[in-house]
């Protein structure tokens, strides 16, 4: 069953989806909560698939546009790290006081996934997986590159148009200079060596300095899983299939 919902940063109004599980009168239920990339949206592919794949596990999940991005409000212009930080603290802050949920973990792509780790520690989930996280972001932009746009890095651009969409300066200095600092959740990575974005090797550098966490390098993985679903679902079957004999 798929509702939807919307929770409040501030004056702007965060829009999503929540797929529920088969439950019974009061029973409880674990939710995973997706944290998309930039100029992405909780829409995107491979996101449904994921979905029924936890939903098959009891858990239900949840679906949501950072501000800016596909239905919640804002203009991307004006999107800054900040609040993109503040959006995922708020919609974690809702789910977490929905009366069924017993416990949550948080999933994120690309640039969702470092704003997974960068809060991990600051809100109640369980656990993060990782989607090809942009660990190597601030490292990008310091070479005048961000999401394969190059610009001069000498003097950043007001404006970085990325697919017919501008992100601005603040942006770019915001992300440039926040390092991904490791979490003490426990973690799980999936990242494609064929990453046109990330650089595997960063991920695997980054995951080095992790207490708690498992990665997997797929090698046909590009960045957006399409030519590796298979393999990211069988992964995470295997990671929600040893939770489940834990709990």
């Known amino acids: 069953m798929r509702q939807f919902i919307e929770t409040k940063r501030g004056r702007t109004t965060l829009r999503g989806t929540i797929d ?5 009168i009061d029973q409880k239920a674990p939710v995973v909560i997706f944290f998309h990339d930039i100029m992405s949206s909780s829409r995107v ?10 939903i098959q ?13 596909g239905r919640s409000d804002g203009r991307i212009e004006k999107y800054t790290l900040k609040k993109q930080i503040e959006d995922a603290k708020a919609m974690v802050s809702y789910v977490s006081e929905l009366e069924f949920t017993s416990r949550i973990i948080l999933l994120g792509h690309g640039i969702g ?20 996280p942009s660990c190597d972001v601030a490292d990008t ?36 200079d926040v390092s991904l600092k490791p979490c003490e959740k ?19 550098l980054y995951y080095k300095h992790l207490k708690h966490s498992t990665i997997h390098l797929i090698n046909n ?12 679902c069988y992964w995470i079957d295997e990671y929600l299939m040893k939770k489940d004999n834990h709990s």
């Open 113 to 132: 996934g470092n704003i997974a780790a960068m809060i991990a520690d600051e809100v109640p989930c369980e656990s993060i997986i990782l989607l090809g």
């Open 45 to 54: 592919y491979p996101s449904d698939t994921l979905a029924q794949l936890f």
């Open 57 to 69: 596990y009891a858990y239900a999940v949840v679906r949501f546009d950072f501000s800016g991005h």
């Open 186 to 204: 426990e973690v799980l990575i999936l990242q494609g060596k064929k990453d046109e974005i990330v650089s595997y090797k960063k991920t695997w």
């Open 221 to 232: 993985g590009t960045h957006d899983f399409r030519s590796c679903l298979k393999e990211t």
């Open 20 to 24: 529920m599980p088969q439950l019974s």
């Open 141 to 176: 932009i310091k070479e005048g590159l961000f999401y394969n746009r190059r610009f001069n890095k000498k003097r950043l651009p007001r404006r970085l148009y990325l697919e017919g969409r501008a992100i601005s300066k603040h942006y770019l200095e915001e992300t440039r």
